[in-house]
Nanobody, 122 residues
Framework: QLVESGGGLVQPGGSLRLSCAAP????????IAWFRQAPGKEREGVAC????????DYADSEEGRFTIARTVAKNTIYLRIHGLKPEDTAVYYC?????????????????WGQGTQVTVAS
């Protein structure tokens, strides 16, 4: 029920905006996070926005380069990434959690998208 888009091949230093289209009930009642999984690595959370939209959390290593936001009228959650690095190469997933609070563990999220590939290379 979650559909990511916006991935692609980007040069180092570039920017990208990923989108996650979700059903209205998820946008209104779920906290939504972005995770990523790089080749050979475990999936990790990078950003989350709370159900009310007034709280955002970021992985400590990425705060400042990542911005999560949502447009309720479009039922879409976004992840903007600035200053892309080769180590940002991964499949990026959005996930939804039926809670007003974000969580860091992927096991806490009930709905997942299929992912969108981001490749950072020159």
């Amino acid at each position: 029920q979650l559909v990511e888009s916006g991935g692609g091949l980007v040069q180092p230093g570039g920017s990208l905006r990923l989108s996650c289209a979700a059903p209205e009930f998820i946008v209104l009642y779920y906290s939504i996070a972005w995770f990523r999984q790089a080749p050979g690595k475990e999936r990790e959370g990078v950003a989350c926005i709370s159900r009310t939209g007034d709280t955002t959390d970021y992985a400590d290593s990425e705060e400042g380069r990542f911005t999560i936001a949502r447009t309720v009228a479009k039922n879409t959650i976004y992840l903007r990434i600035h200053g892309l690095k080769p180590e940002d190469t991964a499949v990026y997933y959005c996930a939804a959690r039926n809670s007003q609070f974000c969580a860091g563990s992927e096991g806490d999220y009930e709905y997942w998208g299929q992912g969108t590939q981001v490749t950072v290379a020159s």
